[in-house]
């Protein structure tokens, strides 16, 4: 099964795109940083935030995705109109698959042009690359870093294409029909067809350090 017929048979009407929480009736945001800031004295990029961060988002992943679970790793890149070339795959894949022979793996798609918030085209489409894999395949602690250093000059990067910005990544675990979204340093999103699935991060939420804030739809009793 495919991206494209997977999110149709397990969550119809969904957008694989930022703003998953607010797209579905099960989920979980969290903010992470334990309302710590991004800059200490003056510029100086507060690195202890980062660290926090780097262990939440783990520490979440970890919680979602085991050994044996099946996994789509999926990419927007977000590219200019105008950039009508053949488009390789983001670096993602291959800074952080582990298993290197998945690169012949990777499917790529069009998306239509993207839609700003008043309801205008803007000047991006995504081209979407999705690969199938499962945990130990993934470099996830780097990639997952990679992610929450997004807006800031750290290492590791995702890289991006020349005139756009950052790539979105996506964790779909197949295997329990759950998405999780780290956006950025800031927060993150986890969305399932079952609640059941990710209740146990509400249960395990002391266990987690420092989450600032917990947010959730359908899943309380």
Known sequence: MELNEYLAYSFPGLHLKPSLFNQWHIGIHFELG?????????????????????????????????????????TNAYLHIWNKKIVKAPKV???????????????????????????????????????KCKKGDLNYPLLIKATCNKDFHLKP????????????????????????????????????????????LTIIRSGLPNITEMRLKGCLT
């Open 34 to 74: 334990e309302n710590l800031y991004q800059f200490k004295y003056g510029n100086k990029l507060n690195l202890d935030l980062f660290e926090l961060v780097y262990s939440q988002a783990t520490a979440i992943f970890k919680e979602l995705f085991s050994e044996q679970d099946e996994i789509m790793l999926v």
């Open 93 to 131: 894949y291959k800074q952080f698959l582990k298993n290197k022979e998945l690169k012949h793996n990777i499917r790529q798609k069009t998306l239509p042009v993207m839609i700003d918030d008043e309801g205008n085209p803007s000047e991006y489409y995504i081209s979407q690359f999705h690969v």
């Open 157 to 200: 990067k995702l890289g991006k294409h020349k005139g756009a910005y950052g790539p979105d990544v996506f964790f779909v675990n197949i295997s329990k029909n759950i998405i999780y979204y780290i956006y950025d340093d800031r927060g993150c999103e986890v969305i399932a067809t079952n609640k059941e699935t990710i209740v146990p």
